[in-house]
């Protein structure tokens, strides 16, 4: 062994190790990777005989599940363990009953914080590990990985448990949540929920993280819910109801894997909202939409869906679009009359993603169908306008111009031009004579160079 070798080539002297206490020597166990190369040492001498049996800290890497459980009963208690890790190899094919068995073993050490992490390849082959969780009396972190809870004892609570992490697991979530008075942190993260229902109930939680899941239906109660974060896709329409009246912090995402949201030949391919309890940093809804003319003429519901999302007030929208040469004012227009948004926001930024290839709709496209230029809006809260990708063609200063009439109390206005636009001395005069006009806010154009040019010290055209 590496250690016994150390020892005959000199660079540890076994009289000098011998004369360390127990708690030092525990400490040097403590450094290594594995249970298993601590309970090897035994072999040095009979000074560190069953010394890794008085470990706090217990992690098996890559042991057979076969060999766990006797060496938990060598494990001298009390005083309890304060970390308890297993890691079970990928090939390793335990059964059910082994592990739910090895899990009755654990409740014995009683850990403070707890981690399981068992082979990926179950799931794969479609055999879940369905556990039964047992009660963990003094733990206060459990991590789970790749299991299906079946179900938590009649009975059974967690009293001191304040974060629960979930990774690639499924099962009666709200079942082990209603077993967990204290619980502060929940993580979820590769959930897979049989119902494709997202359902958080808690009396106690304050911060919720989940990543990376498939749903039709969030459902979240939780009163004391500080901050959120949440990453989920929907495929066509989803189900919301949060109700966190003291969240703080929020970070929201949804991405949309069908083209089934949709206004005109727009449909919407991903939706956040992000809040943070910081001076200076307006709250953010943040929209991403795309073309796709043979959409037309489905019945819109976009603005259905976007509504169902704002779970907190924002002040900022974000619209990246995707226009492929389209007429986009419609669309802009039609957002800013869902009531949520024209009556909060206070700062509109859109940025035109551009495609390589130069494209233009053809005649008749049902882009222009809306008469958007027509219509009138109240922005009364709107203080500044950001358009990145200006082309300066002539429904884009339609928009401009839409924007600047129905915000009175717009105060700063920045448009980034394209290399086409900068380029052009007939947009750039076409620009500053729109901003002469309508304009009696702080007006900024951004060359593609980077240049910045001030409109208000700019001579008349």
């Not at 090897?40 to 049996?53: F, P, V």
């Not at 799931?123 to 299991?147: A, E, K, Q, W």
């Not at 492929?324 to 004012?329: I, L, S, T």
């Not at 306008?385 to 111009?401: A, P, R, S, T």
Request: hydrophobic fraction near 45%; charge should be negative.
């Amino acid at each position: 062994m590496e250690f016994r070798s150390a020892c005959r080539l000199g660079f540890l002297d076994p009289d000098c190790i011998s004369t360390l206490t127990d708690d030092l020597l525990l400490l040097i166990l403590a450094r290594l990777p594995c249970i298993k190369f601590a309970a090897c040492t035994s072999t040095l001498s009979r000074r560190w005989h069953s010394l890794w049996a008085h470990l706090r800290q217990i992690i098996f890497r890559e042991v057979m599940f076969d060999s766990i459980e006797p060496v938990l009963g060598q494990i001298s208690c009390p005083p309890a363990v304060s970390l308890l890790e297993i890691h079970a190899p990928e090939q390793d094919m335990a059964s059910t009953a082994q592990v739910n068995s090895l899990l009755s073993a654990t409740v014995e050490l009683e850990p403070k914080e707890f981690v399981a992490s068992f082979p990926s390849s179950f799931g794969l082959l479609g055999r879940s590990i369905i556990i039964d969780l047992p009660c963990f009396h003094r733990t206060t972190y459990i991590m789970l990985d790749n299991v299906c809870i079946r179900s938590v004892p009649v009975g059974i609570e967690f009293p001191m448990l304040e974060t629960l992490s979930l990774l690639h697991c499924n099962g009666n979530l709200n079942a082990l949540l209603s077993c967990c008075p204290r619980l502060c942190t929940l993580l979820l993260s590769g959930i897979l929920f049989e119902t494709c229902d997202l359902r958080v109930n808690s009396l106690s939680l304050q911060e919720l993280v989940v990543n990376s899941f498939l749903t039709e239906h969030v459902n979240i109660v939780a009163p004391m819910l500080k901050k959120m974060e949440i990453l989920f896709t929907v495929m066509l329409e989803v189900n919301i109801s949060v109700l966190a009246p003291i969240m703080e912090n929020v970070w929201w995402y949804c991405c949309y894997t069908e083209e089934s949201i949709v206004f005109g030949i727009w449909y919407l391919e991903m939706l956040g909202l992000q809040a943070a309890d910081r001076q200076g940093q307006l709250p953010l809804l943040h929209i991403r939409a795309s073309v796709d003319s043979s959409l037309f003429p489905y019945e819109p519901n976009f603005a259905r869906e976007i509504e169902k999302h704002m779970v907190v007030d924002f002040s900022l929208l974000e619209l990246d679009l995707k226009t492929d040469g389209h007429v986009f004012g419609a669309l802009v227009f039609y957002l800013l009359q869902i009531n949520q948004i024209s009556s909060s926001l206070q700062k509109l930024k859109i940025i035109l993603l551009r495609s390589v290839v130069k494209e233009e709709c053809p005649i008749d496209c049902p882009c222009e169908s809306a008469n958007w230029r027509s219509q009138a809006i109240s922005l009364t809260a709107l203080e500044e306008v950001e358009i990145n990708g200006f082309e300066g063609v002539d429904h884009e200063f339609d928009l401009l111009k839409q924007l600047l009439v129905f915000a009175p109390k717009l105060k700063k206005i920045i448009v980034r031009l394209t290399q086409e636009v900068s380029s052009s001395n007939t947009r750039h005069t076409k620009i500053y004579n729109v901003f002469e006009t309508y304009a009696s806010a702080e007006c900024f154009v951004y060359l593609s160079s980077g240049l910045i040019e001030d409109i208000q010290n700019q001579p008349s055209a």
